[in-house]
Nanobody, 126 residues
Framework: QVEVVESGGGSVEAGGSLLLSCAASISEYSRYCMGWFRQAPGKEREGVAAIFFGESTANYADSVKGRFTLSQDYNAAIIYLKMNNLRPEDTAIYYC???????????????????WGPGAQVTVSS
């Protein structure tokens, strides 16, 4: 059974950067898709980026391409989301999620993921 927990986040001015981390407690981490999602106030949760553990290519939402980078520490079972050039519209609670899979590309569909972390707040001021 996989467990995930986020850390990082915080408040920053527009144009700034933040780093999110997600630690996964999984027994066979080579078989999981790990994703980042976000939910802004009054909006539905949406996919941001996802990667299959052990692979190098991440899948990104169009809204964050070129600004956000998902990376992983395979041995430590941690994924990171480096967020650059942040905008006020990036303000949201960011969630890490996991799903069992056999390889990438990993989906950005919220309904495809079954295990969620508690979330981390990211606030970008203009």
């Amino acid at each position: 059974q996989v467990e995930v927990v986020e850390s990082g986040g915080g408040s920053v001015e527009a144009g700034g950067s933040l780093l999110l981390s997600c630690a996964a407690s999984i027994s066979e981490y080579s078989r999981y898709c790990m994703g980042w999602f976000r939910q802004a106030p009054g909006k539905e949760r949406e996919g941001v980026a996802a990667i299959f553990f052990g692979e190098s290519t991440a899948n990104y939402a169009d809204s964050v391409k070129g600004r956000f980078t998902l990376s992983q520490d395979y041995n430590a079972a941690i994924i990171y989301l480096k967020m650059n050039n942040l905008r006020p519209e990036d303000t949201a609670i960011y969630y890490c999620a996991a799903r069992t899979d056999y390889g990438g590309p990993c989906p950005l569909d919220v309904n495809a993921y079954v295990k969620w972390g508690p979330g981390a707040q990211v606030t970008v001021s203009s």
